[in-house]
């Protein structure tokens, strides 16, 4: 049994192979595809958050308008 407990072969997991291009030092396609997806992603949270931006300032600006209304109107 003792021969066979120094043989720790493959239990630390296996490695990714490199391609050509990565070995080489030129990097993969697959980075900048995950950075495009990335920028795109930010970019329709940004959209979305700035249409809730502009939903709740619409919506808040009717209600004011309401209660500056009747307050002239008792003045």
């Known amino acids: 049994m003792a021969k066979g407990r120094n043989n720790l072969l493959g239990v630390g997991g296996q490695r990714k192979k490199l391609s050509r291009a990565d070995q080489q030092g030129a990097g993969s396609a697959r980075v900048a595809d995950r950075k495009a997806a990335e920028d795109k992603k930010q970019e329709l949270v940004r959209k979305m958050r700035e249409r809730a ?3 709740t300032a619409t ?7 309401q ?9």
């Open 59 to 65: 919506t808040a600006e009717p209600s004011t308008d």
């Open 53 to 55: 931006e502009a939903r």
């Open 67 to 75: 209660d500056a209304s009747p307050s002239a109107e008792q003045s």
